[in-house]
């Protein structure tokens, strides 16, 4: 697999890392930078929270909230004009 770059610092490259967790391991490439902490593997992006990914809730939140946002496009496209 080739190195990625952080999403945040495009002219990073990330580092190595396995990540051990109860369910089964990780291996991907995190960003060096202090405070970031992003990851990648080849799902993509996430953030690490208390050791965990938290991928899944925030894909989904998101997901959920353009949704959301689409509809209420439509609704006031309808209502107002
Ligand atoms: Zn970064």
Do not use: W
């Amino acid at each position: 697999m080739q190195q990625p770059s952080c999403d945040r610092h495009k002219n990073l490259q990330m580092i190595p890392f396995l990540l051990e967790y109860p369910g089964g391991t990780v291996s991907g490439h995190v960003c060096p930078v202090p405070g970031c902490g992003r990851h990648h593997t080849e799902d993509g992006y996430f953030d690490l929270e208390d050791g965990k990914p938290v991928r899944q809730e925030k894909t989904l939140r998101n997901k959920i909230t353009s949704a959301r946002d689409e509809i209420l496009k439509v609704i006031r496209a309808r209502a107002g004009a």
